[in-house]
């Protein structure tokens, strides 16, 4: 019996949100940086005021940490994998407070109803694009690109201030 509850206690602690609340980056075995083929980037320097990189993530959500300020300068290299994972539209049910709900009134015709700019900030968070990414270390992480973007393997879709594409 105590076996059991020390097996429960372990679970309920490490195993229901171990990918969402991971705090390192995983590490991919026998990687081979220098040989690895794809579209090589750096890690710029952050401002002082930041503390981590806002679009690159450790694991695959939106609740997933972000990378911590102490990778600057490191390189790495995108793959081949692009991850899509879509949430669903708002509507009376999925709200968070009465206020909302009060507000909200999902018929099917909102695109009717909200501005170009409205509909595609909606969408956009609707849809969160993700790209695989290997750094020096042999480390793991996912790089944020623009969910509404039509081709998805253009590296220069993920170039920001906190990245730079080595050419």
Excluded at 60 to 68: I, P, T, V
Aim: net charge positive; aromatic share 10%; glycine share 4%.
């Amino acid at each position: 019996m105590k076996r059991l509850i020390i097996f429960v206690v372990f679970f309920l602690l490490v195993g229901c949100g171990s990918l969402n609340f991971r705090t390192a980056p995983s590490v991919m075995h026998n990687c081979q940086y220098s040989t690895r083929a794809g579209v090589e980037f750096s890690l710029n320097l952050l401002p002082s005021n930041k503390k981590s990189y806002q679009s690159i993530y450790i694991a695959q959500s939106r609740a997933s940490k972000h990378l911590s300020s102490s990778y600057a300068g490191i390189k790495g290299k995108l793959t081949d994998q692009i991850f899509t994972r879509n949430y669903p539209k708002e509507t009376f049910w999925r709200t968070q407070s009465l206020l909302d709900r009060a507000t909200l009134y999902d018929d099917g015709y909102d695109d009717l109803y909200i501005s170009p700019a409205q509909k595609q900030e909606r969408d956009r968070k609707a849809k969160f694009v993700v790209r695989q990414a290997v750094l020096q270390n042999c480390q793991i992480v996912y790089i944020a690109i623009d969910s509404l973007a039509k081709d998805k393997d253009n590296p220069l879709l993920i170039e920001s201030n906190e990245i730079s594409i080595n050419k």
